[in-house]
């Protein structure tokens, strides 16, 4: 596991030793809460953010005696909310049981004060794997094993197949465009925005109605939060215990993958992904298909839902956002080549 900075806030030296210092101060009496003694054991920054939104911190904690035994020690403290940190914990126990655990194990918590403790799995996250593959066919293995575990955790969390019903979506995505009219909200190239999030609601007519698995929402399903080793998989970083279309968690999956491993141009007009690339996808994600009414219509709302994430205008700037904006506009154009 390592601090790689991307995403995760301003890296102010003087911050990172008081988020570091503020996460230790609770380590001695959540280890006697976890049954374990608090001494000798080292702390290594996994991830932290600094926002004035979010401030967060991630640390693994290795034992000292060379056994390779490692904890994960995660500290929440903005927003100021221990029913967010009690939902986390929830969704992760519920993760665990319904994948025969795929989650990691929760030690000790303390959600008024933000923390976790868990047990820190062998794995790298997929973006790593991807980023160190060496073929296409290597990344489209990397991919299957992923949506592998997204397919087992909706399929062990599974409501069973619902009608499709987008007026939800199509509702915000009006009000998306009426709070950009009025500049309440402001993205990047307003007009080119708008004129996607009215044809991505066009579309919602042709999915209406069709069969949409519905099953336990991860709520922050990107390639950094599913872990892997050679063998096994798990999945972190849960938003809350929620149940909705299994469409949003692959939407959200399958975007990231193309935005940031897709190059430009390789899929087909009409297309997010090329056919090898949703072939593997769905290779792995045996839940449901692409014929899902949910995951069909909100694979298009990804591309609104990103815009509206990505291209905030004034939002700090950096060359990883500045390029996937880049990469996601290109997409949205080879999806509805019409558009603009």
Not at 221 to 232: A, S, Y
Not at 292 to 307: H, S
Request: aromatic fraction near 6%; proline fraction near 6%.
């Amino acid at each position: 596991m390592r601090d790689d900075g991307r995403d995760h806030g301003r890296d102010v030296p003087g911050d990172r030793a008081a988020q570091l210092a503020g996460a230790m101060a609770h380590w001695p009496r959540l280890a006697r809460a976890a049954g374990l003694s608090p001494e000798g054991w080292r702390a290594e920054i996994v991830t932290r953010r600094d926002e004035p939104a979010r401030r967060r911190i991630v640390l693994s904690l290795i034992r000292d005696d060379g056994t390779g035994d490692a904890l994960v020690l995660k500290h929440m403290t903005r927003p100021a909310d221990p029913a967010l940190v009690a939902a986390e914990i929830a969704a992760q126990r519920r993760a665990r049981e319904a994948t025969g655990g795929q989650a990691p194990l929760i030690l000790a918590e303390d959600a008024g004060a933000g923390l976790i403790l868990m047990e820190q799995v062998p794995g790298r996250t997929v973006e790593h794997w991807l980023d160190d593959a060496r073929s296409p066919a290597a990344m489209r293995a990397i991919l299957t094993r992923a949506a592998r575990w997204l397919s087992d955790f909706h399929a062990g969390t599974s409501n069973g197949l619902r009608p499709y019903n987008p007026a939800k979506v199509c509702e915000h995505l009006a009000r998306q465009r009426q709070a950009v009219a009025e500049g309440r909200r402001r993205v990047r190239a307003p007009d080119r925005f708008v004129a996607l999030s009215l044809r991505v609601e066009a579309e919602a007519a042709h999915w209406q109605g069709r069969p949409a698995l519905s099953a336990a929402r991860h709520g922050d399903m990107n390639l950094r939060n599913i872990l892997m080793d050679e063998d096994r998989a798990w999945g972190i970083d849960f938003a809350g215990p929620q149940t909705a279309p299994a469409g949003h968690d692959v939407a959200r999956l399958m975007l990231a993958y193309a935005l940031a491993y897709v190059p430009a141009g390789a899929a087909p007009a009409g297309r997010l992904l090329p056919a090898a690339e949703e072939a593997a996808f769905f290779t792995g994600y045996r839940a449901a298909d692409a014929a899902d009414g949910a995951i069909g219509f909100l694979m298009l709302n990804q591309l609104v839902a990103d815009w509206a994430r990505l291209g905030q205008a004034g939002a700090p700037p950096g060359l990883w956002r500045d390029q996937r904006m880049e990469a996601l506009m290109r997409l949205a154009g080879r999806v509805f080549p019409d558009l603009w």
